[in-house]
Each structure stands twice: as C-alpha cells, then as structure tokens.
C-alpha cells in the first residue's frame, strides 16, 4: 500500500513522455489528455501520501523527476514547436530556447525541494500551471481557424507575431524562478485568499467558454496578478 502514491508518481512521468510523442505527432488531443492526466497524477500523488501516512524522501525526489519530464522537458519541445513551427524561429534556435524552458523547470523543482516556505503557496510559477500555458497557447495555435489566420499573415506580420512569442517564452522562463507569490488551491487561512482560489475556479468555465484552449494559458497569467491583489487586501484587512 505505502508504494500506491509513488505509482502515480511514476504515471505523471510516463504521461510526460507519451505527450512528447504526441507533440512531434502534432496531435493537440493526445498532448492534452496526457498532460492533464499528469497534472491530475501530480495532485494525487502528494495527497494519497499524507493521507496515507506514507510520506518520505523517495516519494520527494521521484516526484520532482516526474515534474521534469512532463512540465519541464515536454513543455520545453511546445515552445520549440510554438517558436520553430508557428513563429519564425529557425531549428535548432527554437528547440535551444525550449531548453531553456526545461532548465528553469529543473531549477525550479531543485529549489522547491529545498525550500520550507512553499508549504502552503507557491513562490513563483509551479511547473504544472507553466506546462498548461503553453498547452494551451500551442493547441490553440494549432486550431485550423488560427493557422488559416497566420497562413496569411504577411512579412511583418509574421515578425510581430514572433516577437509576441518571444515575449512570452521569456516570461515562461522568468516567473518559474521569480520571487513573487501564487496562492495554491491547498486549504488555508483569509477570506481573501479563499476568494482568490473561487475567482480563479469561476473565470475559468467562463474564459473557455469564449477563448477555448486559450483560456488554459490566459487563466495561467492572471494567477500571479489575482494572487497579488487578494494578498494586498489580506495585507490591509
């Protein structure tokens, strides 16, 4: 019984490496079942282990080396298929810059280990939710509706739209290490934080509603500003 937990754990990673396949696949549905079971293995691991008592430093380490493959390594290959396939970024540039994506994922999950002030909230962007944006910046970009849309695009067009890209693979790699907070959906004290966690629940439905697989990587970005604002209120409360 006390193996259950690290064999989910052990099926985040496998997940990671099936949706690396499927990436170079070009399958939108098969990168998406994958990462998102890998996120959901990544949830349950850590919880069936507290609640089974079964809590150790083997369980610790194999979870940060699953998070390596599917929300370091796998992301990594979706921002060189974002940059090399739909921007304008020649290989083997595009795929240098989706490293880098993996070692600030691996760095990350390294610091993580080591550090005793995330139990309860993040500092920095946690891997999973830096995987699922650009899940869904990639697999809305690989929307027919879209690609029609930048077929057509013309010279500087198509360099704008690069530049965008860039910007935010720059980000990607900036707020994994970054110093600022991002409240989990673990439970906790302050009714702003409680408000914060329901806000990010309820605007999902309503962006996917409008913006389709978009809205994985928009909810994603406006993590760390409603994070700041109900800490700021918590702050004057």
């Known amino acids: 019984m006390k193996h259950i937990p690290n064999l989910f754990t052990l099926a985040n990673a496998s997940c990671g490496v099936i949706a690396i ?3 170079t696949a070009q399958s939108v549905t098969g990168v998406a079942i994958c990462l998102i079971a890998a996120a959901v293995f990544d949830l349950l691991d850590g919880f069936l282990a507290r609640k089974m008592g079964v809590q150790g430093p083997l369980g610790k380490e194999l979870d940060s080396l699953a998070d390596a493959i599917s929300f370091g390594a796998a992301p990594a290959f ?3 298929s974002i940059l090399g396939d739909y921007g304008q970024v020649p290989q083997p540039f595009a795929i240098l810059l989706g490293a880098f994506i993996a070692a600030s994922s691996v760095y990350r999950l390294a610091k993580f280990n080591l550090d005793t002030n995330q139990n309860s909230d993040f500092i920095g962007m946690p891997t999973p939710a830096n995987a699922l944006f650009a899940l869904g910046l ?10 029609e849309v930048l077929l057509h695009y013309n010279e500087d067009q198509q360099l704008v739209f690069t ?3 860039l910007a935010l693979w720059s980000i990607n790699v900036y707020w994994l290490n970054a110093g600022f907070k991002v409240i989990s959906f673990k439970q906790g004290e302050g009714v702003y934080r409680r408000n914060a966690q329901w806000s990010i629940m309820i605007l999902f439905p309503v962006l996917a509603y409008f913006f389709k697989a978009l809205s994985l990587s928009i909810i ?9 604002i109900s ?3 918590e702050a004057k409360s």
């Not at 990639?138 to 509706?145: D, I, K, P, R, T």
Request: hydrophobic share 70%.
């Open 163 to 165: 530049l965008v890209m």
């Open 220 to 228: 994603v970005l406006l993590m760390p500003i409603i994070s700041y």
């Open 78 to 80: 979706l921002w060189a």
């Open 21 to 23: 396949y499927f990436i």
């Open 138 to 147: 990639w697999s809305w970009l690989g929307n027919w509706e879209q690609w």
């Open 231 to 233: 800490i700021r209120l």
